[in-house]
């Protein structure tokens, strides 16, 4: 749905960076996989939690419940259905990442901490909104994706500026040279941010396109 109207012609930054691909979206650049042993793990872990579970492979996203909580709005989102299977058996050689989904924060929170204690170096697990839980690679972060990018596009990670509104965009913020907050972030995101703009309901991302990526020199702090 922004490949096209935006013409983005270099590669794209998918899963937290778990995988790289082509605007074609077949053409895959990249890519980290869990580690073997690792994805059965974190979904038990997720479950016990009382989460859904989502695997995307490098080109898949898979459900086992199509009815369940935000598939319908991340389909409408991502303008493509999941595969729905009755088991990620099968899968487990190439996932690019598992996701946990719950309505309920604080059991989202509760499971992040302890997958983060039982994955260690293994995994990163973050939350991307209050209800989903990314497990990706370790080094599949957006962090990462700065770095990444700034190789393939011979660009210093000093001249990328990023813009983020969730705790998985800090990552990003500590290896750009210009990181900007939406005004909707946390006040912990905020404060990791070289700027903050107005929230997503007041147009935050093109006005710091436009007063802070492309007039630079009439940015205020």
């Known amino acids: 749905m922004l490949v096209d109207p935006l013409k983005l012609a270099q590669p794209l930054a998918a899963f937290n960076g778990g995988v790289l691909i082509e605007p ?6 990249d ?16 479950e016990n939690h009382g989460l859904d579970c989502w695997l995307y492979t490098d080109t898949g996203w898979f459900v086992r419940d199509p009815a369940g909580a935000h598939v319908a709005r991340e389909q409408w989102t991502v303008k493509f259905p999941p595969t729905v299977v009755n088991t990620f058996a099968g899968l487990f050689g190439r996932v690019a990442k598992i996701v ?12 992040e901490k ?3 204690e039982a994955g260690g170096e293994h995994i990163s697990a973050v939350r991307s909104q209050p209800y989903y839980l990314d497990v990706t690679h370790p080094q599949a ?3 990462g994706v700065v770095l990444a990018m700034s190789r393939l596009l011979d660009i210093p990670a000093a001249q990328i500026a990023t813009i983020g509104d969730m705790p998985s965009d800090v990552l990003m913020f500590r290896k750009s040279g210009v990181s ?8 912990e995101v905020q404060a990791a941010a070289t700027y903050v703009t107005s929230s997503n309901e007041e147009e935050g991302f093109a006005k710091a396109i436009e007063e802070l990526v492309l007039a630079p020199r009439a940015a205020n702090v």
């Not at 074609?24 to 650049?29: G, S």
């Not at 946990?100 to 499971?111: F, L, N, P, T």
């Not at 900007?180 to 006040?187: E, F, H, L, R, T």
């Open 114 to 116: 302890d997958i983060q």
């Open 180 to 187: 900007i907050a939406m005004g909707n972030a946390s006040p």
């Open 100 to 111: 946990g989904i719950s309505d309920d924060y604080e059991r989202v929170a509760k499971c």
């Open 31 to 46: 890519q980290k996989y869990l580690p073997a042993g690792v994805p059965e793990k974190v979904i038990e872990v997720t």
């Open 24 to 29: 074609d979206l077949k053409t895959v650049v």
């Open 141 to 143: 972060n957006k962090g």
